[in-house]
């Protein structure tokens, strides 16, 4: 570290020697100061310890500790006085460099333990040839010292994106692209862009799940690109996979998004493909509706596309001649006088006008109706009965013979496997 980079928070652990903590602190130049000190050199700390800061901190503070070898002893004291002190001093994640070089290990380790949340930075004076990693000599009085200096997260970061992609791969985007957030604000600085891109990546798929389309395309080109570059400086294992997977998300946000068209074939891919999703996720009754709603995106671009119907907006002159009357006496709306055809209206219109996907629905309606009202009195619906995922089964296979789609032509979220 540079004495020009002014450090957030220190925590540093102080000794009977005092020249290391005063080096160290110099180094650092902390804007927020902690001393970690036992009751009988509290007083030392003004008076030999302050005088000799070039620059000092905003704040800074004191936790005392009893030079104890019951580690249990002295992490209840860090846990009791930390957490409240870094909330005041308005600390985030990664701001805090800890210093216990110069303790017992009891307290050293109570230190570590108590201040992980935070810490992005672990430094020490140590006697030259002793301890591990980065390090430079560094002039203290009369004595050469080891600077030392790493970070516990780069090798932490492993475990705890393998979690965060856990969320990922459960569809809880918004809670891993949080965690992966987390982890790039602690890990070093070469690390960053890679859990940068990882948590805009879930950010767009969960941008996507709210059916924001743009917003899901833009973030997942920013976070493809970057991923890919991470790969190229051998990025985790299994990056390969997720690359291909988003790459192929990719090319489907990219139809629905260039499309200019108002009634789109894809949304209703989408909308297939989203209800299976709730149901692998147990819930059973969201997934019947967006169920129904595919099955109406898929009327509507059928109506749309080969008739020029507006389902929302019906021309009733349109309309096969046995719906026309029906549609001027039930389907008006009183406010501003248009007629709007629900689901089971627009398969019958299909149906009269003769396309493929309108007469299957009247040749299975028997079968169909059995689904179709499980649906309608499901909670979600228009009634109050929990529906069984054997039901949704049902109804989705009986809704891809209908539309006649393939599995393939429906989007598929990648798994994370980091």
């Known amino acids: 570290m540079s004495g020009e980079y002014r450090t957030k928070a220190l925590l540093i652990a102080v000794s009977e020697d005092h020249v290391p903590a005063q080096a160290c602190i110099n180094r650092l130049i902390p804007e927020f100061l902690c001393f970690v000190v036992s009751e009988s050199r509290k007083d030392s700390i003004e008076a030999d310890i302050q005088p000799a800061i070039t620059t000092m901190p905003q704040r800074w503070d004191w936790i005392l500790v009893e030079e104890s070898e019951s580690f249990t002893a002295v992490h209840q004291t860090f846990t009791k006085s930390l957490p409240e002190m870094l909330k005041t001093w308005g600390l985030q994640p990664g701001e805090l460099v800890v210093d216990f070089s110069r303790t017992t290990p009891a307290i050293a380790a109570a230190m570590a333990l108590a201040s992980r949340p935070w810490t992005s930075q672990v430094v020490g004076l140590t006697a030259p040839g002793s301890g591990t990693g980065k390090s430079d000599m560094v002039e203290v009085g009369d004595r050469t010292l080891a600077w ?213 629905f009247a040749n299975e309606w028997t079968k169909l109706k059995t689904l179709w009202d499980a649906a309608h009195q499901s909670v979600l619906g228009h009634g109050f009965q929990t529906t069984k995922a054997d039901r949704f089964r049902q109804f989705y296979a009986a809704a891809i013979k209908l539309t006649n789609v393939t599995e393939p032509n429906l989007p598929v979220f990648p798994k994370m496997t980091l």
């Open 148 to 360: 030392q200096e790493g970070n516990p997260w780069n090798e932490e970061a492993v475990p705890a994106r393998q979690e965060a992609a856990l969320l990922f791969n459960q569809g809880a985007f918004s809670s891993a692209a949080k965690r992966f957030r987390r982890i790039e604000s602690l890990v070093g600085g070469s690390l960053k862009p890679l859990y940068h891109a990882l948590a805009d990546l879930a950010d767009g798929y969960a941008a996507w799940e709210g059916f924001k389309y743009r917003d899901a395309w833009d973030k997942l080109k920013t976070a493809h690109k970057a991923l890919e570059l991470a790969s190229v400086w051998g990025g985790p294992a299994g990056m390969s996979s997720l690359l291909a997977g988003v790459k192929q998300n990719l090319k489907f946000l990219e139809s629905i998004v260039m499309d200019p068209d108002d009634v789109k074939l894809p949304v209703a891919h989408d909308l297939l493909a989203h209800a299976k999703r709730r149901e692998g996720e147990q819930q059973v009754d969201s997934a019947l509706q967006l169920l129904l709603r595919a099955l109406e995106a898929y009327a509507q671009y059928h109506l749309w596309k080969q008739y020029r119907i507006k389902s929302w907006d019906v021309q009733v002159e349109q309309l096969p001649q046995d719906l026309q009357e029906a549609c001027r006496s039930c389907y008006s709306s009183d406010v501003d006088g248009k007629f709007h055809l629900p689901l089971q209206a627009q398969f019958r219109a299909l149906s009269g006008l003769g396309h493929p996907m309108g007469q299957t």
